[in-house]
């Protein structure tokens, strides 16, 4: 049974960083692509970034050069660090496994950026 467990998200004023964490386990993250999306309030789900299984990374323009994906093959936890956050960064950041014929999929982490 596949598990995706997030972590790290909170409330930062804008400027500020914070760095998600997708604990993985019934797969492993450095054999598979992985990847964070998010969702904001009235809006459709945008991948944000995504590191294939080779190392290959991906980043939606409006976050290239603040955020960094990455993994811990031996946590299995695959990382989002975030930084100059702004307010249109705001929404629930979802971490999935997999790919898009079978792809799983964690419970989802709150990150509100505002002063």
């Known amino acids: 049974q596949v598990q995706l467990v997030e972590s790290g998200g909170g409330l930062v004023q804008p400027g500020g960083s914070l760095r998600l964490s997708c604990a993985a386990s019934?797969?492993?993250?450095?054999?598979?692509?992985m990847g964070w999306y998010r969702q904001a309030p009235g809006s459709q789900r945008e991948l944000v970034a995504s590191?294939?299984?080779?190392?290959?990374?991906n980043y939606v323009d409006s976050v290239k050069g603040r955020f960094t994906i990455s993994r811990d093959n031996a946590k299995n936890t695959v990382y989002l660090q975030m930084n100059s956050l702004k307010p249109e960064d705001t929404a629930v950041y979802y971490c999935?496994?997999?790919?898009?014929?079978?792809?799983?999929w964690g419970q989802g982490t709150q990150v509100t950026v505002s002063s």
């Open positions: 999935y496994a997999g790919y898009i014929v079978r792809r799983y």
């Open positions: 019934g797969i492993l993250v450095g054999k598979n692509p």
């Open positions: 590191i294939s299984f080779e190392g290959v990374t």
